[in-house]
């Protein structure tokens, strides 16, 4: 609707047909398969070609001012076919002019074919094919007296409706874009892979593990737990609470840890540890607290040799414990950024813009446009012939 600010009026569209198409009548034969929505692309600002979406093709003369005059019509006909001239709908994606007396029209339409399948499988499965049409039409069109089949240069046939394609006229090549390759309809149909029943995954039920073999057991705990500040790395080790604080004093409480190699140097002399035995718990913690020698120098590991390649048991490599006040600072940071690309702000505070790009603002599907689809380029010679395919 258009509406004159003046006036405050409100001017209705109008619409005016210029061609009216055919209805084919209803047979056995078309009932077969389905329609497509018509399509249509033009040739130049005047000439048209349409798609009737049932495998008619109609090619009109649109003037700026009148009726169209239609200049041809055409079928797309499968001459293999076992029922001779049933029209197969298609879908116009582009028309060509390669020359000043030869234009060519991409078509894609659902192949309607058995897809061979192994007799042993004991899970059929069904697979869609969409084969992948090139016409040839002579300019200027003579119109004939009936519709004429289509002049097929090449065509081919894959699993998937091309996302698009175009033909370069200096390089005489194709360009089909998708995400399924395309093969020449007579070659024979690529194997699919059924998994055997011993690939099958069954669902496990509620707290159930498929892979134990009795009933679950516990995970086992890391032999001591840490963490590190700027000048001083915290080692937390469980030792039985039965162990008197004379026995620490007089000794290494955990002799398999006083022989290694720590992962940086430490200043012995200001270095301490604490005893921690809790009423009637089984455990009790023994905390070691290193002074680093390089302050502000952040540790991987409290030991040299943890996470290598060592054959030692207690070389695991046990992931630092972030202190809460960390934990707080890296929840705020995040608070921050979200808050900024929400509000619009600059997150980096480096002066790059404000929140998303406008045209992503309120469109952007984290499910979706962060999944994306594997594509493939093919690169065909002017019959046809693959030249490249590019993954």
Not at 235 to 263: C, D, E, H, M, N
Not at 355 to 379: I, K, N
């Amino acid at each position: 609707m258009f509406a004159h600010a003046e006036s405050q009026t409100t001017i209705p569209p109008s619409f005016t047909p210029v061609y009216e198409l055919p209805t084919p009548v209803a047979t056995p034969q078309i009932d077969l398969v389905h329609s497509e929505y018509p399509s249509a692309a033009f040739l130049d600002k005047d000439v048209v070609f349409i798609g009737d979406g049932r495998g008619c093709l109609y090619v009109l003369d649109i003037p700026v001012a009148g009726p169209a005059t239609l200049l041809a019509n055409f079928e797309l006909v499968d001459p293999d076919s076992a029922v001779p001239r049933t029209c197969i709908p298609f879908r116009v994606h582009n028309i060509i002019k390669t020359s000043d007396t030869t234009a060519v029209a991409l078509l894609s339409s659902r192949h309607y074919g058995t897809v061979p399948s192994d007799p042993s499988t004991q899970h059929p499965m069904k697979y869609h094919e969409f084969d992948v049409w090139a016409a040839r039409f002579t300019l200027p069109f003579e119109m004939p007296l009936e519709s004429l089949a289509l002049d097929i240069v090449w065509r081919r046939r894959g699993e998937d409706v091309p996302m698009w394609m175009t033909y370069h006229l200096a390089r005489n090549v194709y360009f089909l874009l998708g995400s399924s390759s395309y093969r020449n309809v007579s070659d024979p149909h690529p194997p699919h892979h059924e998994p055997s029943p011993d690939e099958y995954a069954p669902i496990p039920r509620a707290e159930e593990v498929l892979d134990a073999e009795g009933p679950p057991q516990p995970t086992k705990p890391f032999p001591y737990s840490w963490t590190q500040t700027s000048d001083v790395v915290t080692v937390a080790f469980p030792l039985p609470s039965t162990v008197p604080t004379s026995q620490i004093g007089k000794g290494s409480p955990v002799p398999r840890y006083s022989a290694k190699r720590l992962w940086d140097n430490i200043r012995p002399s200001t270095s301490f540890w604490t005893w921690d035995r809790e009423g009637d718990h089984a455990f009790g913690l023994l905390t070691v607290h290193l002074d680093k020698q390089q302050e502000g120098l952040k540790w991987s590991h409290v030991f040299a040799a943890s996470g290598t390649s060592s054959a030692d048991a207690d070389d695991v490599d046990v992931p630092e414990t972030l202190d809460p006040s960390e934990l707080y600072a890296v929840r705020e940071a995040l608070e921050k950024y979200t808050a900024a690309l929400r509000e619009g702000d600059d997150p980096s505070g480096l002066g790059l813009g404000r929140g998303l790009p406008t045209l992503a603002q309120g469109e952007m599907d984290d499910e979706v446009d962060s999944v994306g689809r594997q594509a493939r380029v093919h690169h065909l010679g002017g019959r046809g012939r693959v030249v490249t395919t590019v993954v």
